[in-house]
């Protein structure tokens, strides 16, 4: 919170008037993120005609998550450890549930014929682990665009998969 209030410029006390606590603050954050998921993932199905164009949908949608919302992501992705009951439950729940409709799409993906026959459950944990390793390049920036990081990594996670 110390730092927080040094960043924002303030007081550290002075923050409890506008957040009840850490752990309103990290709710706050966790299900803020989780529900950009979510309805982008909604938003995505209802819009697109097949799983492969779905999937590169989600696939860029993380990695300009994290890209653009780096710090918000980095809290729901590392300290959701932390909630408390029920919010733990509630945000578990959530989190299983979205990559259970991301094995989903990639099931669908294959029986259509569009993806290579492997474990969906691997393959989602394949992408999002490499979106998540995001977070190193977002502590030695190194010179590449974020559009040529988006498009190869879609590029990369997409063709192991696509026929």
């Known amino acids: 919170m110390r730092e927080l209030a040094e960043a924002l410029g303030v007081e550290a006390p002075s923050l409890y008037n506008h957040i ?7 709710q706050s954050i966790c299900f803020k993120i989780a529900n950009a998921f979510l309805v982008y993932l909604d938003t995505a ?3 697109a005609t ?3 164009t779905i999937l590169e949908k989600v696939i860029r949608f993380h990695i300009r998550m994290m890209l653009n919302e780096f710090d918000e992501v980095y809290v729901a992705n590392h300290e959701w450890k932390h909630l408390k009951e029920p919010y733990l439950s509630n945000f578990l729940i959530q989190r299983r549930g979205y990559e259970k409709r991301l094995v989903v799409l990639i099931e669908t993906g ?12 691997v393959a989602v944990l394949t ?3 490499a979106v998540r ?3 190193f390049w977002q502590q030695h ?5 974020s559009q040529v990081l988006e498009d190869d990594m879609v590029e990369h996670l997409l063709h192991g998969i696509i026929k």
């Open 20 to 26: 009840g606590s850490k752990s309103e603050l990290l």
């Open 45 to 47: 199905e209802k819009t």
């Open 50 to 52: 097949n799983s492969v």
């Open 110 to 121: 294959i029986r259509a014929g569009a993806l290579k026959k492997n474990n969906p459950y």
């Open 127 to 129: 992408i999002l682990a």
């Open 133 to 135: 390793g995001l977070e």
């Open 141 to 145: 920036k190194k010179n590449i665009s």
